[in-house]
Structures are given as C-alpha cells and as structure tokens.
T-cell receptor, first 113, second 113 residues
Framework: AQSVTQLDSHVSVSEGTPVLLRCNYS??????LFWYVQHPNKGLQLLLK??????LVKGINGFEAEFKKSETSFHLTKPSAHMSDAAEYFC???????????FGTGTRLKVLA | NAGVTQTPKFQVLKTGQSMTLQCAQD?????MYWYRQDPGMGLRLIYY???????DKGEVPNGYNVSRLNKREFSLRLESAAPSQTSVYFC????????????FGNGTRLTVT
C-alpha cells in the first residue's frame, strides 16, 4: 500500500538560507510523486512532480526535489528562502494503476526576516 | 478556463441535516476526487472516481456518499451531518494514466454545529 511520511511538521528558516523539507514514501509499484504548496486560506498549487523521468525534478519558484529510490525519499529543496515561501507543503504519492493520490500530513514552513 | 469549480464556498449545517457538495471540471479528465482537510492531518481521500461510471472508497468514506453524474461532475453527499464532519472539502481531477497531477477546486468550508 502507498503511504507518505513528512518528517517535520514545522520548519523555520531565515530569509536567504536554504530550505529542506523531507518526505519519505512507501509504494508497491512505480510511484508518481508530487509536491503541493498551500498558502494561508488558499487552495493547493502544484510545485513539481516526478513520473519516472529524470530523478532531479525542477519546479516553480526555484524549488526542486530529488527522487532517491534506494532511500524511498523525495525531499524538497530551495537554495534561498523568500518571505513569500511561507506556506504549508504537502508531499503526495500515487502508485501506477491505483488512481489514488495519498497525501502526507504537511510541513508548515516559516520564513524569518 | 474555469478548471475545477466547487459549490458552495461556505456552509453551516446543524447536526442531522443533509447537503450535497457539487464539483465540475472542464479539463476532460477521467478521474475525480473528494478530499477533506483537517489541521495536522493533511488531505485525506474520501471517495474517488477513476472514470465515469465508477466510484471507490478512499481513506475516510464513512458518513459520505458520492455520485459521478457524468464525466464532468462528481458530487459528495452528507446524509446526516455530524460535528466530526466539520472540515474543508476539496474536489480535484486528474489524468493519472498519463502521470497527471491533481487539479483542485477552491474548497468548501463546512461547519456542523
């Protein structure tokens, strides 16, 4: 069965420093993996996705994630945090053929001035 | 381009009342989904419809029913609302068969008193 664990419920960084949001997944088949962002009182926006092509995936707003099958991880990174990055981030897994997308419990990113 | 449209945006119900949340997508997607979002729990899948004519239970289906009315529309019904169903509900659609991402509506904030 597919599942997702986001290892940190809250992360705080200073503006201009790197961001690392951690995600581990469990999947029986070849997974698709996604990161979504939700700003306060807003809907969900796709940041990036992995669907068995390149293992390093670049997304919007300078974010990227690396698929590591041996570690079952899909961590989200950004070299330099901006105040506008403050939001909640969700890691999502979907097994090929299941039609289900399973969300992690989210990581709330706080960016300090 | 409307994308995924949910109605209503807000609703207050008394315990025991019923209501239907409506969702429509204009992207010709085969798959549609209903999620609920609660603080600290991420998004949990209630029901999904992989294609027109099929529906399946997700992680938290109890207390809900769904109808895939046609390819565009997927409704969620609460027959007898309970305070535990106070949540934000999101509808989404996708083409998972092509590694597609979820496209979300703007959500419905439901309060059951």
């Amino acid at each position: 069965a597919q599942s997702v664990t986001q290892l940190d419920s809250h992360v705080s960084v200073s503006e201009g420093t790197p961001v690392l949001l951690r995600c581990n997944y469990s999947s029986s088949y070849s997974p698709s993996l996604f990161w979504y962002v939700q700003h306060p009182n807003k809907g969900l926006q796709l940041l990036l996705k992995y669907t068995s092509a390149a293992t390093l995936v670049k997304g919007i707003n300078g974010f990227e994630a690396e698929f590591k099958k041996s570690e079952t991880s899909f961590h989200l990174t950004k070299p330099s945090a901006h105040m506008s990055d403050a939001a909640e981030y969700f890691c999502v897994v979907s097994d090929q053929g299941t039609y289900k997308y399973i969300f992690g419990t989210g990581t709330r990113l706080k960016v300090l001035a | 381009n409307a994308g995924v449209t949910q109605t209503p945006k807000f609703q207050v119900l008394k315990t025991g009342q019923s209501m239907t949340l409506q969702c429509a997508q204009d992207m010709n997607h085969n798959s549609m989904y209903w999620y609920r979002q609660d603080p600290g729990m991420g998004l949990r899948l209630i029901y999904y419809s992989a294609s027109e004519g099929t529906t399946d239970k997700g992680e938290v289906p109890n207390g809900y029913n769904v109808s895939r009315l046609n390819k565009r529309e997927f409704s969620l019904r609460l027959e007898s609302a309970a305070p535990s169903q106070t949540s934000v509900y999101f509808c989404a659609s996708s083409e998972l068969s092509r590694g597609g991402s979820l496209h979300f509506g703007n959500g419905t904030r439901l309060t059951v008193t």
